[in-house]
């Protein structure tokens, strides 16, 4: 949530602030300060680019490290090699994550030759890992600021370190309990948007690095999350995502605010929902990720009563195999998950259902695979991510015994994808003939003259249109279904 302030009126001759938000407007009108000196300097703007990777989490993180930078004097450029500062948002949830960014980090270094005043953040999941810091410190020690996920909100502070002489400025935070709220948030689309409903994870599935890297779970507050959807709807935004690693477990365990105490309240995820459906301008209601073990029918009522939740849910399953889901610590069986998808199905039938799957995870024989196989057959997933097995140092499957040989994994990934593809563009083609309704998100690159949308199944749509119809609401009807999307006529 961001309520406007004049960073011009915030005085910045006395002390730095204690408490975190009028800290951080502090530091952002002192870095305004350093750059607008800058500018003068050099006679031309300066210029900021974020290169986001991993999942909705970072996406959202982004957008407020793009707000602050903003909100200091940096112009927002999609050429890397423009940028006065480029950060760095990264991933680690698989390994091959990290060899890409360290990739990366070279080139940017290239680019510091042609710019001398470029300054590089690495910031994010990978940057948690104490590993990645000695790294760092070690090998590329041109990088200019490391700072964490816990510690996103202090850009300003650690720019500001920097840009008065610091070397490298590391600063990563272990853990926290901290939740901060007011500052700036730039968007990238002007009609939808991610909000935060709660962070971090305490589910420690055996094979993920997520608990460790974004720290414990803590939720919003509910009136602070309504007064942002109506602090967007009231700019024009029609859909919003309510993000966390497990929404269902929304309200169980509340953050550490600096300013305010948190109250007593019974607020589940599916009463949040049915709050969040009685803000005005809001159209589309959408939300990442459930976890089966959460997913309450008090959830499914009020999804099927719902004319705003959208009706695409996504429910990891990540193995078919009893045994292998209770190695990986995920609390449900096979029989439970099918029995669940089945409630779903029934009650809500033109719902899309997605999911995750990993292969290969430690100690999965044939048999296993195959129980894999059959849920996917059962379940028939309007669509899945696939994933081989990513050992990750520190979770607990990294020293589980019998790893699956690479051969074996790659066989069973390409077999598991052959299904998962052949059931998707099935069920994809389901709405064909039928008139919908879309969410205009863009122009199509590819085809001169169209338009790109979604369906409420989160179904992409291509069809003919102008491009002042981005950000609305249309009817299209569907002709032919091409795989994952459509193509449509405005109707
Ligand atoms: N909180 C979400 C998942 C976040 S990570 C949930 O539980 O649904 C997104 C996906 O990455 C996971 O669902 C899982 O399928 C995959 N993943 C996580 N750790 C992995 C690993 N070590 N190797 C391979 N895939 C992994
Ligand atoms: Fe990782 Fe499991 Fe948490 Fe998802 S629920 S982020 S898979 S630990
Ligand atoms: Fe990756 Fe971090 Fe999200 S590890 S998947 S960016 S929470």
Known sequence: MFREFDISQIDISGQVPE??????????????????????????????????????????????????????GYVETDKEDQADLVIYNTCTVRENANQKVYGRLGYLNSLKKHNPELLIGLCGCMVQEPSVVETIQKSYRFVDMVFGTHNIFRLAEILHRRLSGEKTVIDVWKDTDKIVEDLPAERKYSFKSGVNIMFGCNNFCSYCIVPYVRGRERSRNHQDILQEIRELAADGVIEVMLLGQNVNSYGKKYGAYDTKVQEDTDMTFAKLLQEVEKVEGIERIRFMTSHPKDLSDELIHVMKESKKICRHLHLPLQSGSTEILRRMNRHYTKEQYLTLAEKIRREIPDISLTTDIIVGFPGETEEDFRETLDVVRKVQFDSAFTFIYSKRTGTPAATMDNQVPEDVVHDRFDRLLAEVQQIASKMSGRDVGTTQTVLVEGVDEKTEGYLTGRLSNNVMVHFKGEPSLIGTLVPVYLEESRGFYYLGTLQ
Request: hydrophobic share 40%; with cysteine.
């Open 19 to 72: 408490e975190e938000v009028l800290r951080q407007r502090y530091f952002m009108a002192k870095c305004r300060e350093l750059i607008q000196k800058k500018k003068e300097a050099l006679g031309r703007d300066l210029y900021i680019h974020i290169l986001t990777v991993g999942c909705q989490m970072n996406a959202k993180d982004s957008e407020k490290l793009l707000g602050i930078a903003r909100e200091i």
